[in-house]
Structures are given as C-alpha cells and as structure tokens.
C-alpha cells in the first residue's frame, strides 16, 4: 500500500534566513501511529504546518492521499484533522457551536451525528452547551481534538497533545487515539514525554536541529538500540575493581557495594557468563543481581546530545 503521507527532500528556510528543516525524507503510512520526538526547537511544528499547508516548503515535495499539497492544496488538506500546539478558539462560543462550524469551513455538510459522536468519544458531551471559556485546560484541548475531528479526516496531527494535561487525562487521551486509530484514522503526534511515544507509536521518528535522525519501528528500534545493564550487589565492600576485570568496564557504585556491567543484548555474546567466573576468581561475591534494559528515554538522549 503507499504511504498516505510522502514527505522528499524537504528543507524550510525561515524569512529570517535560519533553516529549520534540512533535506527530510519521511513516509508514513496508512493507518499507524506515529510519534515524532525531538527537543525544543527540532522544527516538528515546522515539518507539521508544511505538511498541512499552514507554512511554505523552500525545497522538496509533499504529498498527502496522492494529492501534492502545492498542487492540490484542498484535496490534501481535507484529508487531514489538525491540533495544533496553540490553543486558540473562540472564547465565547459553545462547545457545539466551535466543533460544528469547524466542520462547515471544510464545506462539509451538516452532520449532528458525527458531531454528537465525536463529543461523546472525548467525553464532551455534557459540555456541549458550555462556552469554551469556562472548560478547564484539558476540555479545552479535547476541544481542538473534536474541531479537527469534525470534517471526518483520515489523517489527524497532534502537536503535543498531552502538554501539560494531567497524568489521568492523558491516558483518557490515549484511549481516544487507540479508539480513532481502530476506526482507520492516521495518526501523527510529537510529544516530548518519551512514555507517551513508548506507550503510543507504531513508529518513531527522531528530529534535532532540522534533520530526521532516525525512523524506526518502536519495538525494534528499543530491541536494536537497547543496552542491558546487569547490577551486582555485592557481600561486602570493595574499594577498587581488580585488574583482573578492567576488560568489562564494570561501573563501582553505591559506595563499593554494587558492580555495574553494561552489555549489548545483540552482541553475539553477552560476557556474562565469563564475568561471573573471573569476579568469582576475584573473591568478590554478591548476594542479589538484576538487569534492566535502558528505556526509550536513554536512546534518545543518547541521540540528541550535541556531539
Ligand atoms: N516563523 C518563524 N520564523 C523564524 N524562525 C522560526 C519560525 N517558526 C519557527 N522558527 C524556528 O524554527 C526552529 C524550529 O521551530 P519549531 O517550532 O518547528 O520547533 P519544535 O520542534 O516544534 O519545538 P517545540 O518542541 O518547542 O514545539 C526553531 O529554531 C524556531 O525558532
Ligand atoms: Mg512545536
């Protein structure tokens, strides 16, 4: 099947001169969840308001369902549903009112079904009559989730979805992501809580200083990118790690009483086996040991830090 979303060779210069997106190759594909994660200032919101035709590209091509989004900017554009990172609606208005003239300048017809559906699935519906000033911050942002909602988009843009909504109303979030995700809708987010890309995405892809530094499928890119860590608890105290050991690079910490090993799970061997031998050879005993593998969290600071 081909991607829904076909980014080449795009790069965005500001009026300003700076360049904030560098030469991005980017498909993605019908019906994933995709996470793109990168620190402030990465050019996510950039890469998300040229794919939906809010910023000019300088160099490269976009397209959207087959539509270019130069091309045919209102054949891509209805296709996709868009939340974006600033919260602005019309203070003033009802709930119902701002989701169903959002639908209307999609020059969709009226449908208060859809719209009653899309309110009930992000638990607004007892809002419906509400003005929008008087919801509280996560409303408000479930709001700007059922205006993009509202022309029945195949495509839906979350940019930080989940900024500063609390640790409850954030799952409540996930739950309608899954939902529009098993309803056939294509979802793209970033987010800087790595737990929620973790959680979420199909994929991940990894944005800093305007270039795409890594797309992968979440689960391998943990499996290839995953080191293990094995901690030793030991019996008694150490000052210094023997000699005999510095092959492994063992890490002495809690004050002499814990040994750190790290290993690469795709290693064809891991050393585990040859270590304990040697620290037994050693005379150094432990009575506890666990291992844990590093989290997303670790490869992607490992992936942004400025070399
Ligand atoms: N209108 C603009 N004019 C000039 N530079 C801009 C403009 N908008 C964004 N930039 C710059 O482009 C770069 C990327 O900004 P962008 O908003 O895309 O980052 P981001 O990854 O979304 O960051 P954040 O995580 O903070 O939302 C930043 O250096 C920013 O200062
Ligand atoms: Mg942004």
């Known amino acids: 099947m081909p991607p829904i979303i076909s980014v080449s060779n795009l790069s965005k210069t500001y009026g300003s001169g700076f360049k904030a997106l560098d030469n991005i190759n980017l498909e ?21 308001s040229i794919i939906c035709g809010i910023a000019n590209l300088s160099r490269g091509s976009v397209t959207v369902g087959g539509y270019d989004i130069n091309k045919d900017y209102r054949g891509a554009r209805s296709l996709i549903g868009l939340v974006p990172q600033e919260l602005h609606t019309d203070a003033f208005e009802s709930v119902w009112a701002t989701v169903s003239f959002s639908r209307g300048l999609f020059g969709k ?19 419906k009559d509400a003005k929008i000033v008087t919801l509280s911050g996560g409303m408000k942002r479930r709001v700007m989730i059922a205006k993009a909602l509202s022309h029945e988009p195949q495509i839906l843009f979350l940019d930080e979805p989940t900024a500063g909504v609390d640790v409850e109303l954030r799952k409540g979030m996930w739950e309608v992501m899954r939902t529009l995700q098993a309803s056939g809708v294509t979802i793209i987010l970033t987010t800087h809580y790595i737990e929620e890309a973790e959680e979420m995405a199909d994929r991940i892809g990894v944005i800093n200083k305007g270039e795409i530094v890594l797309v992968e499928d979440k689960a391998g890119l943990m499996q290839k990118l995953g080191k293990k860590q094995l901690k030793l608890h030991l019996q008694s ?22 040994l750190i ?13 040859s270590l304990l031998g040697d620290l037994r050879d050693a005379g ?15 490869i992607f600071v490992s992936l942004v830090r400025a070399p």
Do not use: C, M
């Not at 993605?28 to 998300?48: C, D, H, S, V, W």
């Not at 017809?109 to 809002?127: G, R, T």
């Not at 005999?244 to 910490?253: D, I, K, V």
């Not at 432990?286 to 844990?292: E, V």
């Open 261 to 273: 090993y790290n290993y690469d799970t795709q290693g064809e061997r891991t050393g585990i086996t």
């Open 284 to 298: 150094i005993r432990f009575n506890d040991l666990d291992t844990s593998q590093s989290s997303l969290e670790d």
């Open 237 to 258: 105290k150490i000052d210094a790690i023997p000699a005999a050991l510095a092959p492994y690079n063992l890490e002495l910490s809690d004050q002499g009483r814990q």
């Open 109 to 127: 017809p009226k449908n208060p079904a859809h719209i009653e559906k899309v309110l009930k699935d992000l638990s607004l519906w007892d809002k």
């Open 28 to 48: 993605i594909r019908r019906g994933e969840i995709f996470a793109l994660l990168g620190p402030n200032g990465a050019g996510k919101t950039t890469l998300i």
